[in-house]
Structure formats: C-alpha cells, structure tokens
C-alpha cells in the first residue's frame, strides 16, 4: 500500500494578458514635467547649487566684454531716380496785344486796308514831288518872286520911257531870275500804317487756354496752350522723337497776320530810307548848286546895274552940256536924268537882292532842308525801330510754333510731370486736352542707365552726413542686390514732412549708385544705410549692458562673493568711458577690458549713483 503511487492530475492555469506601456510613458512623462517645473523654480528663485551659482553668477544673464567692429550708421529712406533727367517745358510765350505800334485786324481784311493806306501815302508823297519840281520849273522859267515884283513896279513907272531908255539896259528882260526867292521846301508828313480796329477774338481767345497768347486787356499772363497728343507714360523714346503735340492753330493765325504787318513795316523803312536819300539829294543841290549860281547871278546883276548907271550918268552930263549949246531940249535932258534915277535904283535893288540872299533867303532855305532832312532821318529810325519789333514779333510767333512740338531731347522713358500740391496731392494730371502753360514742365526723359537716389534725411540727423561719404543702398524691388553709393549733395535748406505746417522738418541727399544695373526704374524705393564712422578691433560692450544716469555711463558687473554668501545686492556698478557708439555695440575706452562678464541687462536694477567729479582748480598765476 505504501509503495503505490498516487496519481494527480496536472493542471495548467491560464497566463494572465500583458499590460499595457503608455500608463507607464505617461506617468514617467509627468515626472520629468514635474521635476523640470520645479528646476526653472528653483532656478528663477536662486535657488541653485553653489557650484552652479559660482559659474554663471547670482541669477542673471551674463555677456563677456570682446573685441570686434563698431560701426556707426544712419538708415534713411529715398526714391530711386535718374541722374541725367532731361525736363522739357512748354515754351510758348504770352503774346499781349501788338509789338509794331498799331493794332493787328486778326484778318485780311485788315492788311489790304493797310495795304491800300500805304499806297495812298506813296501817291501823297509823289504828288507833293510832282508840285515841287514844277514849282522849280515855273520858277525856273522866268517868275521871280518879290523881287520882280519890286522891279516890275520900277518898269511900270517908266512906262512912258522912250525907245532910247529901253536901249539903256534898264529893261524887265535884263533882271536874272533868282529861283532861292521862289523855291519852297514842302512839308514832310511822317510815314504810317494805316490803324485798324483789333478784333475782340484776336486779343481775347487765348484767355480760356485756346493755344497761345495771354488775357486781354493788356494784362501780362503766360503763355498757355492744350495737349493735343503726348505719347503714354512708360514710353521709350530715342533723341528727337516727337513727344507731345500743343495747340498751335492760334499761333499759326497770328502768324499769317504778322507776315502782312511785316512786309508793311519793311516797305515803309525802304520807302523812309529812299526819301532820305532823295532829300540829302536835295539838300546838297541847293547848297552846292543853286545857292551859289543865284549869289553869282545877283552879283553880275550888280555889276551890270553899275554899268547901266555910269553909262546913264555919262548920258546926262552930255545932255545937259548939249543943252547949254542949245542943241537940246530940256524934256530930252529930264528924260536922261530919270533914266538915271532909273539905273541907281535899279543898282541899289541889286545891292539889296543880294544881301537878302545871302544872310536871309539862302540860310532859311538852307535850314528848312536841313530840319526836313533831319525829319527824315527821325522817321526813318522809328520805322527801323518799328519794323525790328515786327521782325521779333515774327520770329518770337514762328518760335511759338515750333515749340508747340515738343520732341525728346535725348534718349530715354517718358515721365509725366504732374502738379502737385505741398502735401503730395496731384492736382493737374498731365494728359490730352489739359491745358498747359508756359515754363510749366510736361514730361522728363529719366535715364534708367545712370540711377541715383534722393534720400529724406530727418534734421537729427543731418549733421552726420558729408559730400563723398559712402553708404548702401538696398532697392525694395530687389533685396537680395544690395548696391554701393556715395553721397552728391546735401540740401542746405530743409523742408515739412507734412506740409507747410509741420514741425518736423528733412532735408534731402543726392546719392549716386556706384554700381547700377538695367532693371532700375525711377520712382523705386530703396534703404539707405550711411557709414558715418567704423571702429575695428576694439574693446566693445553690446548697448543693452550700458546705464545712463547724470551724464555718465555705467555696467552691472556680477558680485561672486556677495551671490556665495546670498547677500543683496549680488553686483556691482562700474563707471565706464565709451568712444564710438553703433547700433548695437560701444567702443569701450577704460573701466571694462576684455574677457570680462558684465550683466547683459541691468535695465530692472536699482539705478547706480553717479560718481563726483573733482572740478578743475585753475593754477595761480606767478
């Protein structure tokens, strides 16, 4: 019984299933949370090991003092442009009223009026010849004046003279003609122009801007005129290319018009300038031709009247001693002696002709020719002066003209220059049917291969810059190109930002691209950064570790000790001297060297206290 097994039978039990991981990520996740939690704890409230402490310092971000680059730079922004704009302006030119003296009729009606007046005072003229040169010839051919009248008288007076006293010489025949005592000097009536009444279109069409003159009522405008065409904005044009069209058909009306008035004023200098020439003509005539015949014939006139009388003298001694022999009668003995009388006045007339010619007649005639000719003269210098305001009235009209074609002056893109107002507002557009007035710019020809920049400099900042000083630019429409520039020229006066009543005020620099490319476009906005001055390989600290207090220039350096034994406040101010200050770093002159580590920002400690300077003491004077 003892020795018999006992059989029992094996049972397997069933394995449990396998848990899952993530309950045991997830906590071991929230540990790690949990520990690092109360490290940034710990470490935001000092509470940090004493060799961690002794490493980094009492709690506060550290920076090491270096050395490197110190840069000083001014960024600014301008407008890209170009540095050889051509600006064209209209040039048309006011036009008021009438330059030659007269009215303009504006028509041609007007200029066959003056036409035909000019042609009646060329007829007036001839006629006043024609009368002259016949008064010479009636003159000339036996009438003579008040002197034959006195010797006439003397004739009638002998009417009952006999055949013999006749015979004598004291005839009428015998007395020369004197034309001085009949020759006239006419009158000279000064050339013109017939005056016409100007038409109210011709001085007051311009005034709306119809093409090219000035408002009426004498009143000194500009020029103005209308865009007929102008080539789109953006329009590559080569030198020479016809741009812009203006109005001109008032121009080329006042043109034909002054054409007329141009040839009339011609015509009247050469019809001036030939009376001139005729009166000189004339005046050397008198004084070297008939002045000295009439003085000679005067003069034998004398010479016969004393012949006449000594002969008569002779008669009468030789009557009277005939009679004394009875051999004749006493009235052929009166007969003789009147006869006498006769030649001595006929003798002393001559005297008295001559003496009236030479210090009266002669030197009044002289005179009259002489101021007649310095009429002549008078006038023809205002014609001349006339007919040169004419030709500059033509020539100013023909240049009108031609201005109202406006052509390229040399190759590049067309601009509009539209009007702005001194807040930037564009109030007249540039396009067909504007009208434009004179010296008023219409388009500019930039050109894109010779680009500057017009830099808005605020007055800060104006004293940094320098003519030659070198900058960067970099173009908006291309960040990834940065240039190279230079600076032109500084405007010595500023100007608003915004308008007339703004207390901010710019100034604006002229900076040349250095190494321009194709693809710049005037009107661009670009950066300007402006080197004012460099330090290199100096001892510098960043400007976020600086305080300021009273003038001076302090860094928070760390206490180690003071942060060891957990003592407040665990740093240190240190008074230092800076140079050269940038945009991010100062030049450090004395008080920090480097390798040392000062607190990166000291903005939240207590402010420092400003160290006492020891005034200077003047040395006493020996």
Same mark, same amino acid.
């Given at each position: ?98 330059? +030659?003296? *007269? %009215?303009?009729? /504006? #028509?041609?009606?007007?200029? $066959? =009026? @003056?036409?035909? !007046? &000019? ?34 008288? +003397?004739? *009638? %007076?002998?009417? /009952? #003279?006999?055949?013999?006293? $006749? =015979? @004598?010489?004291? !005839? &009428? ?40 003159? /000035? ?92 012949i006449n009388r000594d002969r008569a003298e002779k ?193 604006f620099a002229v900076i040349a691209i250095e190494d ?79 390798g040392e580590q000062i607190i990166a920002d000291p ?20």
């Amino acid at each position: 019984m003892q020795d018999q097994e006992i059989s029992v039978p094996r049972v397997e039990l069933a394995r449990p299933a396998a848990r899952s991981a993530l309950p045991r990520k997830l906590a071991g996740l929230a540990l790690t949370l949990a520990l690092v939690g109360v490290g940034a704890w710990a470490w935001r409230s000092d509470h940090r090991p004493a060799w961690l402490a002794g490493d980094q310092g009492p709690g506060f971000v550290l920076v090491s003092i270096d050395r490197g680059e110190v840069t000083d730079y001014t960024v600014e922004f301008g407008t890209v442009e170009s540095a050889s704009e051509a600006v064209v302006k209209c040039q048309v030119e006011a036009l008021v009223g009438l330059v +030659g003296g *007269s %009215s303009a009729t /504006g #028509s041609t009606k007007g200029a $066959a =009026a @003056a036409s035909t !007046s &000019t042609t009646t005072t060329t007829a007036t003229t001839a006629t006043a010849a024609t009368k002259k040169s016949s008064s010479s010839t009636t003159s000339t051919s036996g009438t003579s004046g008040s002197g034959t009248t006195t010797s006439g008288s +003397g004739s *009638s %007076s002998g009417s /009952g #003279s006999s055949t013999s006293s $006749a =015979a @004598a010489g004291t !005839s &009428t025949s015998g007395k020369p003609t004197i034309r001085s005592f009949t020759y006239t000097v006419a009158k000279y009536a000064p050339l013109k122009r017939a005056t016409t009444t100007t038409t109210k279109a011709a001085t007051s069409g311009s005034a709306s801007g119809g093409g090219g003159r /000035g408002g009426g009522m004498g009143a000194d405008k500009k020029g103005s005129t209308r865009i007929i065409s102008v080539l789109p904005e953006g329009t590559a044009v080569k030198k020479g290319d016809v741009v812009c069209e203006l109005d001109s058909a008032a121009f080329r009306d006042e043109l034909k018009v002054q054409k007329v008035r141009w040839l009339q004023a011609k015509s009247l200098v050469e019809q001036a300038a030939a009376t001139l020439a005729v009166n000189e003509i004339t005046l050397r005539e008198y004084r070297d031709g008939i002045f000295p015949q009439d003085m000679q014939q005067v003069r034998q006139y004398i010479q016969t009247c004393e012949i006449n009388r000594d002969r008569a003298e002779k008669n009468v001694e030789w009557s009277k001693g005939v009679q004394a022999k009875g051999l004749r009668a006493a009235s052929q003995v009166l007969a003789d002696e009147l006869t006498l009388q006769q030649a001595e006045f006929a003798l002393s007339e001559a005297k008295g002709m001559l003496e009236r010619l030479d210090k009266y007649t002669g030197p009044k005639i002289l005179k009259s020719l002489e101021a007649k000719l310095a009429s002549i003269r008078a006038d023809k210098l205002a014609q001349d002066a006339s007919f040169a305001l004419e030709d500059d009235r033509l020539e100013r009209l023909e240049k009108n003209v031609a201005a109202c074609t406006l052509r390229a002056p040399s190759d590049g893109v067309v601009v509009y220059v539209n009007e702005t107002n001194a807040w930037g507002r564009v109030e007249a557009y540039i396009e067909e049917g504007t009208t434009v007035r004179q010296d008023q710019p219409i388009f500019q020809l930039p050109d894109p291969s010779q680009m500057r920049v017009k830099a808005r400099i605020n007055e800060t900042k104006v004293v940094s810059l320098r003519t030659g000083q070198t900058c960067r630019i970099r173009v908006d429409a291309y960040p990834d190109r940065p240039l190279r520039g230079k600076v032109l020229d500084v405007t010595a006066i500023s100007s608003p930002v915004n308008g007339p009543f703004s207390d901010v005020r710019v100034y604006f620099a002229v900076i040349a691209i250095e190494d321009a490319f194709a693809d710049l476009r005037p009107g661009l906005s670009a950066e300007v950064t402006f080197l004012n001055e460099r330090r290199v390989d100096v001892e510098r600290v960043p400007l976020a570790s600086i305080r300021r207090v009273g003038g001076q220039s302090f860094v928070a350096v760390p206490d180690l000790p003071a942060a060891a034994r957990r003592e407040e406040p665990a740093y240190r101010w240190r008074k230092v001297d800076l140079g050269l200050s940038g945009a991010d770093f100062a030049e450090v002159l004395s008080g920090l060297s480097a390798g040392e580590q000062i607190i990166a920002d000291p903005s939240a400690l207590k402010a420092p206290v400003p160290v006492p300077t020891t005034p200077r003491v003047a040395a006493a004077a020996d």
